[in-house]
């Protein structure tokens, strides 16, 4: 994999569902990988940095889980609520400030 | 205080105008951003500034300027701008990599 990729690239759920979603990106020469929410006339919100295999994180209802040895991130949403809909972007951080973005997965959850 | 704080939210401008871009932060961050997002696509990184210096500059286009005057404050000089740089520019600070990255809302640029 030589770029960021993340899967579904929309989702539409029910309210009360939970979801996850995937990001993947390059393993060798990790340093970070960055999860944001960004809802829509609103700034990227960040949500977790995680740079160690096997870190899993957790914020309120939303969870995340880091595989570095093979490339992949997984976002997990229990119980998704209405004010989850938004674009979930992951992004692979280096250690010179530069981060590389997936297109994002655009969660849309209906009440 | 975590935000930051871009103006304009929306910009109009001709081909041979003259703008800037500002971006603001309070939280001691030492890197600075500017991103460049267009439609259905992740955001690009342009530049980065570092302790006031410019550290990277992804080979964008000398019609971008980007000027740090000080830690807390971005700008983004704009001349002689395309319709193909229409698009939104975030701005970000954060304090050293990789530590999250804080995003300003943007402004969407439209250039005619």
């Given amino acids: 994999i030589l770029n960021v990729e993340q899967s579904p690239q929309s989702l539409h759920v029910q309210e009360g569902d939970s979801t996850n979603f995937t990001c993947s990106f390059p393993s060798s020469n990790f340093y970070a990988l960055h999860w944001y929410r960004w809802e829509t006339a609103k700034s990227p919100e960040a949500l977790f940095v995680m740079t160690l295999n096997g870190d899993e994180k957790k914020k309120g209802r939303i969870s995340a889980t880091l595989n570095t040895k093979e490339g992949y991130s997984y976002l997990y949403i229990k119980g998704s609520q209405p004010e989850d809909s938004a674009t979930y972007l992951c992004a692979s951080g280096g250690s010179n400030y530069k981060l590389t973005f997936g297109k994002g997965t655009l969660l849309t959850v209906n009440p | ?112």
């Fill in chain 2, 1 to 112: 205080d975590t935000e930051v704080t871009q103006t304009p939210k929306h910009l109009v401008m001709g081909m041979t105008n003259k703008k800037s871009l500002k971006c603001e932060q309070h939280m001691g961050h030492r890197a600075m951003y500017w991103y460049k997002q267009k439609a259905k696509k992740p955001p690009e990184l342009m530049f980065v500034y570092s302790y006031e210096k410019l550290s990277i500059n992804e080979s964008v286009p000398s019609r971008f300027s980007p000027e740090c005057p000080n830690s807390s404050l971005l700008n983004l000089h704009l001349h002689a701008l395309q319709p193909e740089d229409s698009a939104l520019y975030l701005c970000a600070s954060s304090q050293v990599s990789p530590d999250t990255q804080y995003f300003g809302p943007g402004t969407r640029l439209t250039v005619l």
